[in-house]
């Protein structure tokens, strides 16, 4: 999630996507995401279990931002709000 284009980041890990992002956008997200306007989703990405979704949570929140900002590009190169475009799995479990 982004406050803006190139803003302030934000990465997290949920089992309910669509409804965390509408709760960003309430200004219910948390502490972090309220001070700094977190509010839109522009990247995403799907784990058949929550145990890789941490892992791979973890992994990113070291990263470098640049490597961050490359990766959502990549996806998303005009950090339009995918919140809308979610792609649901329909296999249950999906992180």
Avoid: C
């Amino acid at each position: 999630m982004a406050s803006r284009y190139r803003g302030t980041l934000y990465i997290g890990v949920t089992a309910r996507l669509y409804d965390r992002v509408l709760e960003h956008k309430s200004g219910t997200g948390g502490e972090f995401t309220l001070k700094y306007g977190v509010k839109t989703l522009v990247w995403y990405e799907h784990h058949d279990t929550m145990e890789s979704a941490i892992l791979r949570e973890t992994r990113l929140k070291v990263w470098k931002r640049a490597w961050k900002i490359e990766l959502i590009e990549l996806f998303n190169p005009d950090w339009f709000d995918q919140h809308e475009n979610i792609d649901y799995r329909p296999a249950q479990g999906a992180y």
